[in-house]
């Protein structure tokens, strides 16, 4: 059985409050534009997803809330993520329950865009925001999930839909 990975960018966030902390930025009127879109569009081709992991970030855990009305599914708040490297990403990956299969997981760059480059032999300039990267892996556990058995599926983002145009 195969393991699937979806790496989400937060969507677009607003800058105007510059007393805000990083951690505390909102979403801003393309973000919520976007996610809502993309949730509703994800979901449209057929991906399933079981689980949702969001970093603590609060433009990530909005985007995840428009994932989790349109799948139906809560959230998973996790802080190793919130600016995370890759290697953060993985050990993350690493201990999912191996009973899930299709796990989505909002995240910031710069480390999304290196770790689905770790999956790819083209080169991914920049995951932007609200951009959804589909790991599929041969594993069997998460434990196991690897460059060795994991490819970059499919790579897909707003400004290649209509709406966002």
């Excluded at 007393?19 to 009127?29: A, C, F, I, T, Y």
């Excluded at 329950?97 to 865009?113: E, K, R, W, Y």
């Amino acid at each position: 059985m195969s393991k699937h990975i979806y790496l989400i960018r937060h969507a677009k966030s607003a800058w105007n409050q510059p007393g805000l902390s990083d951690h505390e930025r909102p979403l801003n009127k393309r973000g919520y534009r976007d996610a809502p879109a993309m949730a509703k569009k994800i979901k449209g081709l057929n991906f399933d997803i079981d689980f949702l992991i969001s970093s603590s970030a609060k433009r990530a855990q909005q985007t995840a809330i428009f994932f989790s009305e349109e799948f139906g599914l809560k959230i998973r708040t996790e802080k190793s993520i919130y600016h995370g490297s890759p290697s953060d990403y993985l050990d993350l990956i690493e201990t999912l329950d191996d009973n899930l299969s299709h796990v989505a997981i909002f995240g910031h760059n710069p480390g999304l865009t290196y770790l689905a480059n770790d999956f790819t032999d083209e080169n991914i300039d920049n995951v932007p925001t609200c951009g959804f990267c589909h790991l599929q892996s041969t594993c069997d556990s998460w434990s196991d999930f690897s460059r060795a058995n994991t490819i970059l599926k499919q790579f897909l983002f707003p400004k290649l839909f209509s709406w966002a145009k």
